[in-house]
C-alpha cells in the first residue's frame, strides 16, 4: 500500500501545461501540509510549493509563482498542482509529500513524513 500516488506527468512544450494530483489514502491527511517537491538528474531535491490544511495557505518557490498553483479538494486527501507557462528547467520527477510540523520551515523536506514514488514532467523547447 502507497499513501500517496501521483499522477498527470507528461512531456510538453515549452510554454505549456499540465495539472498534477495526488491522492492520499489515509482521511488523515487532510490535517497535514500537503507539498510538491520535485528533482532534476543531477541535482538535489527541491521544494515547490505547499498547501497547508485544506488549503488554509499555500507557499511557492520563488520560480515558479505566478505560473504554479497548489489546490486541495473539498476533504483535503486530493492535492493538486496546476503548471502553467512550463519551462524546460522544470523537468523534474515530481513528488508529493505530507506531514505534520511546528515549525514555519514549509520549503524543508525533513518536515515531510509521507512521500509519493513520483511522477515524470518533462518539458522540452
Known amino acids: 500500500q502507497v499513501p500517496l500516488v501521483e499522477s498527470g506527468g507528461g512531456l510538453v512544450q515549452a510554454g505549456g501545461s499540465l495539472r498534477l494530483s495526488c491522492a492520499a489514502s489515509?482521511?488523515?491527511?487532510?490535517?497535514?501540509?500537503m507539498a510538491w517537491f520535485r528533482q532534476a538528474p543531477g541535482k538535489e531535491r527541491e521544494f515547490v510549493a505547499t498547501s497547508t490544511s485544506l488549503g488554509g495557505s499555500t507557499y511557492y518557490k520563488d520560480s515558479v509563482k505566478g505560473r504554479f498553483a497548489i489546490s486541495r479538494d473539498n476533504d483535503g486527501t486530493t492535492v493538486f498542482l496546476q503548471m502553467n507557462d512550463l519551462k524546460p528547467e522544470d523537468t523534474a520527477v515530481y513528488y508529493c509529500a505530507a506531514g505534520s510540523y511546528y515549525n514555519t520551515m514549509h520549503d524543508y523536506s525533513g518536515n515531510y513524513n509521507w512521500w509519493g514514488q513520483g511522477t515524470q514532467v518533462t518539458v522540452s523547447s
Open positions: 489515509r482521511p488523515a491527511f487532510s490535517s497535514y501540509s
